[in-house]
């Protein structure tokens, strides 16, 4: 079994009272049947106040408080079923949360998840590290050759990607390049992680149409020879790309067309909303290339983190929907838009943006589009037909 994750999925831990938007506050918890049957036959006034809490008209629950929170969601922010009746009485969402895990034969990825403040902070700031680990047991899942063959290549693209990504990344001190976003207008953004950004959706393009082929050779001969956008540029056909990767994301307008889909998405609050209004509302040429210029170089170290975050996580769901561009349009999108709101921020702290600034609008982001499976399929049929 190869069981494949992040460097930061074992160094996660819950900081729980200390944690700033916890995950037991909006969302719908889910209780297994196990823990279900379990919670109903505690005895005494917690178990009253278990059964108070519980709901199974539509699967098991808990009965949400008006506000919002979990109602074992003490005034500390601490779990009281885990107060009273120890950790291993917590059902299964409450225990694995933020952890997710994908397995397709003999294959399982793990990482954290965005969403939670504390595993932002590792995924934006930590080492990008993936680490592969071999285990000794088996899944039980047989794949065929032709199935074999399909995952082994999505695996190497997202390899592949996320190697690209991590290029030139640091100098050899470990230190951003500077002067990596150096963009003087509109339409003209040379930031890193849009490079990259744009390179990748080139290639996928490509990609895909080999993958609709089932030409799988000619996609793993390419991953191969690394990807990159400056030898690309020089070598012109020989790349197997038709050009040089033209800029698709860097425009107002593409950016706007981006945010329309936001208000089309089931959201938690207004939030993501707002700011997407906020960024209609207070885009111009001259301040917008000013946060490109004013960023930093780590800008685009957090940017490269949160693409090869997404690439990572979903990559593997092209097993299952042959569909790997929307993947990468997917990563593509949501640095997108976290990019706008963070020009919105910047704007709001009086022209300044810090990490924590980072940290707060990624989770935010991602606690509203990833804990919907109706908005990340809608945001990718979005791409099917369009694009990014
Ligand atoms: S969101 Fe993360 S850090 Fe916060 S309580 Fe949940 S698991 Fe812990």
């Not at 933020?98 to 403040?117: A, F, M, Q």
């Not at 595993?119 to 071999?134: F, K, P, S």
């Not at 056909?237 to 981006?258: A, C, F, V, Y």
């Not at 999108?333 to 943006?353: A, H, K, P, T």
Request: net charge negative; glycine share 6%.
């Amino acid at each position: 079994m190869i069981h494949e994750y992040p460097a930061y999925y074992t160094e996660f831990r819950c900081i729980g009272g200390k944690c700033k938007d916890s995950c037991c506050i909006s969302w719908e918890l889910d209780i297994d049947d196990e823990t279900y049957e379990y919670y109903k036959s505690v005895q005494g006034e917690f178990g009253d106040r278990l059964r108070r809490s519980m709901n199974n008209d539509d699967g098991n629950t808990f009965v949400l408080c008006d506000d919002g929170r979990c109602p074992f969601l003490n005034k500390e922010n601490l779990c009281d079923i885990y107060t009273e009746l120890g950790e291993a009485s917590l059902c299964n969402v409450c225990t694995e949360f933020p952890r997710s895990h994908e397995t397709i034969g003999d294959y399982t990825r793990s990482d954290v998840g965005l969403s939670c403040p504390e595993a932002a902070r590792l995924i934006i700031t930590g080492d990008i590290n993936y680490v592969t680990h071999i285990d000794k047991y088996d899944s039980g899942e047989r794949l065929n050759r032709s199935d074999k063959k399909r995952l082994k290549t999505i695996l190497a693209i997202k390899d592949g990607l996320i190697d690209y990504i991590e290029s030139d990344m640091y100098d050899e001190a470990g230190i951003p390049p500077a002067g990596k976003a150096d963009s003087t207008k509109e339409g003209t953004d040379n930031s890193s992680w849009k490079t990259k950004a744009n390179t990748m959706v080139k290639y996928v393009e490509k990609w895909q149409l080999q993958w609709n082929d089932e030409d799988y050779k000619k996609i793993d001969a390419k991953i191969d020879a690394k990807i990159d956008a400056k030898i690309d540029s020089k070598r012109g056909n020989n790349s197997g790309l038709k050009e040089e990767p033209e800029e698709k994301i860097s425009t107002h307008e593409k950016r706007l067309d981006m945010l329309d889909i936001i208000e089309k998405l089931e959201l938690l609050d207004d939030t993501l909303a707002s700011w997407a209004k906020k960024y209609k509302e207070l885009y111009d040429e001259t301040s917008w290339s000013e946060f490109v210029r004013e960023r930093g170089s780590l800008y685009d170290v957090w940017m490269e983190k949160i693409m090869a975050y997404y690439i990572f996580r979903y990559m593997i769901r092209a097993y299952y929907d042959n569909n790997i561009q929307t993947k990468i349009d997917m990563a593509v999108y949501s640095c997108s838009v976290i990019e706008c709101v963070d020009y919105v921020r910047w704007l709001e702290n009086g022209r300044c943006f810090q990490v924590e600034d980072m940290i707060d609008i990624a989770r935010k982001y991602a606690k509203e589009i990833e804990h919907s499976e109706e908005n990340l399929e809608y945001i990718e049929e979005e791409f099917l037909f369009a694009g990014v």
